[in-house]
């Protein structure tokens, strides 16, 4: 199985399944000089891990990252610092219930990545879906950790915006409320909609799907590239690659498509101070594929998860029809534990593009 690796400067390799002694990630062209702790590594770890509450899956995993190469201990023993070399980390399975997939070991769950694996590959791993499960984005984020370094101030933040027909306030939009709430919600009021929505669809073993916002600010003008480089271009393909997405959107995207010309362009002024302004940001911070200055703002639509109690007509791998239901623990939700995901590709691709910049320009930005 190929492609297991994004990026090219700043490159991310992920390996293992979700049901193997344990799954990781390398990353290679992260520059020399990194300072970080694994504290500040466990930080983003701990917003994705399962079992945090009752609208996700109760998978308990503790994913604790190992540094096991590419780094140096500074002298305060805490300090981890990057010496150029590639950097591996190691997340332990301890939580896997494989038994809960045997009764499917031949059979085809609808929606699932089951029958296209083994159509191509003449063999999958039927226990949680292998290297298909969302287990495999742990490696994602804690790669996406050490992204966020690399380009001095940037700071990327993602926000769960729609669950199912049930959209946010974006006049109540608070980014201090996000960590107040087990959905990574800005708007305090769409909560306990949300919390009631969810205990309903949980109780009744099915799943919905969501809309998670990404936004990057402090992205420096002039990274990206044109035509077959694009930033917007990277950014879509590395958001649609997280388990289960199925749409993205830079700026307003398809929104563009009901208002005109003039409501579309993003008008331009000299500051006081002699530089640039925008006075809108419809086309999400990304003009011809390069960063104009303004926040980069994407989103992606997260199906509901396929894996639910109610029995789905499918086939099995002896070509013969069958009624199947998923056992196991489910995210109700998968969109919810997809926030962190999309920040740390969102935070992957763009340190990728400021090395790539660096390297063609010269340019320190």
């Excluded at 950790?145 to 608070?174: C, E, F, M, T, Y």
């Excluded at 002699?274 to 989103?299: D, M, W």
Aim: glycine letters at 12%.
């Amino acid at each position: 199985m190929s492609h297991n690796t994004f990026g090219q400067l700043f490159r991310v390799t992920t390996w293992g399944e979700s049901h193997g002694p344990a799954l990781g990630c390398v990353v290679d062209g992260c520059p020399p000089g990194i300072r970080f702790t694994l504290a500040e590594i466990q930080h983003w770890m701990d917003l994705r891990k399962p079992g945090q509450s009752s609208f996700v899956t109760q998978r308990r995993e503790d994913d604790i990252v190992k540094v096991l190469s590419g780094v140096m201990a500074d002298a305060d023993g805490e300090t981890l610092v990057t010496t150029g070399t590639p950097i591996s980390m190691l997340i332990e399975n301890t939580d896997q219930r494989s038994k809960d997939y045997g009764e499917i070991a031949r059979q085809y769950r609808p929606g699932h990545a089951d029958y296209t694996y083994d159509v191509k590959y003449g063999i999958r791993d039927y226990r949680g879906g292998g290297r298909s499960s969302a287990r495999e984005t742990a490696a994602r984020v804690a790669a996406g950790s050490l992204a966020r370094k690399v380009v001095p101030g940037v700071v990327v933040r993602g926000a769960l915006v729609q669950i199912g027909i049930h959209k946010i306030n974006r006049d109540n939009w608070d980014w201090s409320e996000v960590g107040n709430n087990p959905f990574f919600a800005p708007d305090p009021e769409i909560v306990p909609v949300w919390e009631e929505y969810l205990s309903d669809i949980r109780k009744k073993g099915s799943s919905i799907g969501a809309v998670i916002e990404i936004v990057a600010e402090n992205v420096p003008a002039g990274i990206g590239a044109p035509i077959y480089a694009k930033l917007d271009q990277d950014i879509a393909s590395n958001l649609m690659s997280i388990n289960a997405v199925k749409g993205v959107e830079i700026g307003n995207g398809f929104g563009a498509a009901e208002i005109t010309g003039e409501e579309n362009a993003d008008e331009m002024r000299i500051g006081n101070d002699g530089k640039p302004y925008f006075l809108s940001n419809h086309a999400g911070g990304i003009l011809g594929g390069i960063a104009t200055g303004q926040p980069v703002v994407a989103r992606f639509a997260v199906k509901p998860t396929s894996s639910i109690l109610t029995e789905r007509r499918s086939i099995d791998a002896d070509g013969k029809e069958v009624e199947l239901r998923t056992k196991g623990r489910h995210d109700p939700c998968v969109g919810i534990r997809a926030v962190p995901v999309g920040e740390a590709m969102v935070a992957c691709t763009i340190a990728d593009h400021y090395l790539r910049d660096r390297g063609q320009t010269g340019r320190l930005k």
